[in-house]
């Protein structure tokens, strides 16, 4: 399975291209901080390439700027070419599959449309009060449970031993 999850930040503005076929593609850079710090208590950030296509172009150029936090859903993808000096290059890349908004629109400085965030006392009441899940409902009405208590006994191992 190749799948890659990423969350960090865009590196500079998302530039979107056109091919000569008119899809859209956008090569762009995410910086993603590691959870360890280095000996010497720096962070420590890669710098991951990625590309998107079509509607997933579209959208970084529309919504997306230099900072933006985004969380991409992916693959790695290994690819070659030469140079101008005949070189042969390998680029490792992540192919964008999906893409999230992280930030608030407050965040992203209204660059783009998203219901507003709830307020801290309507969070703090959710999170105080947890909906009542739905009552258990028997699917089958004519079921009857196959096995009770006597049932046990004729088993040829001790079920309470599992």
């Known amino acids: 399975m190749n799948k890659v999850i990423l969350l960090g930040r865009l590196t500079k503005d998302p530039e979107v291209k056109q091919t000569g076929n008119g899809v859209s593609v956008c090569s762009f850079a995410v910086a993603c901080d590691r959870k360890?710090?280095?000996?010497?208590?720096e962070k420590v950030t890669d710098f991951i390439n990625c590309v998107a296509?079509?509607?997933?172009?579209d959208l970084l150029g529309k919504y997306f700027h230099k900072g933006s936090r985004i969380s991409i859903i992916g693959s790695i993808q290994n690819r070659s070419y030469d140079d101008q000096n005949g070189q042969k290059r390998y680029v490792t890349e992540v192919m964008v599959d999906e893409i999230e908004f992280v930030d608030t629109k407050?965040?992203?400085?209204?660059?783009?449309?998203?219901?507003?965030?709830?307020?801290?006392?309507?969070a703090t009441t959710v999170a105080q009060t947890p909906p009542t899940p739905p009552q258990a409902q028997q699917i089958d009405p004519g079921f009857e449970p196959s096995m009770d208590s006597d049932d046990n006994a004729q088993l040829p191992f001790d079920v309470m031993a599992y």
């Not at 360890?36 to 208590?41: C, D, E, L, V």
């Not at 296509?53 to 172009?57: F, P, V």
């Open 36 to 41: 360890f710090k280095s000996q010497n208590g």
């Open 106 to 122: 407050s965040d992203s400085q209204g660059s783009y449309s998203q219901a507003p965030a709830p307020s801290t006392s309507t």
């Open 53 to 57: 296509w079509r509607q997933q172009a």
